[in-house]
């Protein structure tokens, strides 16, 4: 197998991107250390210094380890592809399954479980020593290890079956060319079946859901739904605290199995009117249909995606180029799958500005609706209970952050 120009681009973008993910980091360490003696304007009166030192040294732990994850990452791509770890596994079952589609599927499954194994250490350390350390964790031995399995099992039950009719596909001689846009459909029609059925069925294999009861709030929920509009299968609330203390709220699911589902650690401590205000957010991201647009978002992505895999599938030098020395139809996903990551990675921060809009959006309906000082206040209990830093390095924040920091959030809700 020869290494060609390919191989050189390849490098270089993964060069950069790993300068620039530690650039990113040091930065936010940085900005921590800055603003570590004090706690930032406007939050001396609701936030302790000693929760906001907690906060810093929290941040600067998960950047720690982070550093590692970058390092390690890149050491496991380049095993995989130009280490020729691979182009083994395509060897070792290419001699023992005959029928391309089936070779290809075995062929899937074997990388995806090598993966989970190789994440495991991570993963450990995270929750138990990590998460452990600031009293954040809550997940048993026994949690964690039923988690890694159903995670697998979930694996082999979807992507198993997913994997299979992609490669169908993908050899079947009648749409030769043409076989990536058949495979398009596939894939959309198998992500909006899996929102359709993952707040009913897939996330109740790890969680329990429960309706939310408590009268006096139910009232003011009723009343904030219908000035609202909002129509679900209706409001839960998920037993988070079974793996860590952090809180949250999101909002599944699609069509009308649609629900709000609130962690048991996030109500713990928020009065009733918090909790309608974060409900009213959360009810401003339906408003607004942002979750439809990810989807639309996703499937115009997917179709760009597919269409240049259609390209690149007939291309040796993309093979050689990665490290992979027999083309294939199921090399090809694969390294596809793993290199993509790899050149739009320079794209995410646009991902993330569009999210931090439609916080904003969420926010600023949720203060149209109901009280914004009661959003502020749960706000300011939710990032405390998370311990996410007040202070954020500008830049950082704009490549990762998914939501804004508290201090932006609250500028604009005053
Ligand atoms: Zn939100």
Redesign the pocket.
Known sequence: MEFNFFTFIFLFAILTSVLALLYLNFRQDKAIDNSFDEVPDGFSETIKLEDHQKAGKYTKAKLLLNHFEIIFSTIVLLVWTLGGAMNWIDGYWSQRVIDPVLMGTFFILSIMLIASFIDLPFSIYRNFVLEQKFGFNRMTVKTFIGDFFIDIAQGIIFMVPLSYVILYLMNLEAIKDFWWIYVWIVFSLFILTMSWIYPTFIATWKNKFTPLENSALKNRITSLLDRTGFKSDGIFVMDGSKRSSHGNAYFTGIGKNKRIVFFDTLLKGMEDKEIEAILA?ELG?FHYKHSRQRMINLFVSSFLSLALLGYLINQVWFYNGLGISQPSSHTALILFSLALPVFSFFITPIGNLVSRKH?FQ?DAFAASHTDAKDLISSLIKLYKENSSSLSPDKYYSAFHDSHPSAVLRIEKLL
Do not use: L, M, P, Q
């Open positions: 957010h991201h916080e969420a």
